[in-house]
């Protein structure tokens, strides 16, 4: 089973395509990436035909939020085709699912050094770079994902789409951790440190959904 991820772009944005796959009993691979920058439109629909006829996409999901004009040209031209509207909850959703594929071992990144062609590997290269680069802000009332000014994540939402439909078999769940922090270290450092554990541990699967700090001689301090 092939599954595609199509994130739409905007102007200044990459149009960027992840396709996954799927065989049983075996782990879901990338088999092939590819992005577009202020494309001619009948040549990429010229190459989406191509890609259909090689790689034979049993399903296509593309992101519906702000153009849907995309997803209904992607019809006519008869994909399998399912629009996704993102929202923050469904964004995090995500998220949450691709770290718990990865941290499971149900999807298996590419190793670049192996790859031969030297487009796939650096389109591999950038995903695997904007995968790290993720990291969730928190304002009033919700957690959001955000990536760093003059950086893209393109490819990063294409592999989010690409793998809606799969879910990890080997996830475990756990309540409650517990993080220890030099009390001599000044409260500036801390926070900074707080923020790196939990960027690391979201995009590495654990989904926190509340978490409190003590500092010497104050009261807990509720950060989500």
Known sequence: MRIAGLDVAFESDYMALVIVEKNPKEPIKLIHLATWRRF??????????????????????????????????????????????????????????VTSLLSTGDL?????????SLTQRKLVEELSLQLAEQEFSQDSSNSKLRHPTGRHDDLFWALCLALYRFTAKNSTKFDGAGVSI????????????????LRD??????ICTEMNIKYPDKDWEKVM
Not at 70 to 85: A, C
Not at 108 to 116: A, D, F, K, N, W
Not at 201 to 206: F, I, L, P
């Open 40 to 97: 001619d439109w009948p040549t990429w629909k010229q190459e989406m035909k191509e890609k259909q006829s090689k790689f034979h996409i049993n399903h296509l999901y593309i992101d519906k939020t702000n153009n849907q004009s995309v997803e209904k040209e992607l019809r006519s031209m008869h994909f399998p085709i399912d629009g996704v509207s993102f929202t923050n909850k469904s964004k995090q959703d995500m998220i949450r699912n």
């Open 201 to 206: 541990k979201q995009m590495n699967g654990m």
């Open 108 to 116: 298996v990144m590419p190793i670049s050094s192996q790859i031969e």
């Open 182 to 197: 030099d009390d001599q270290m000044p409260t500036s450092d801390s926070q900074d440190f707080v923020k790196k554990f």
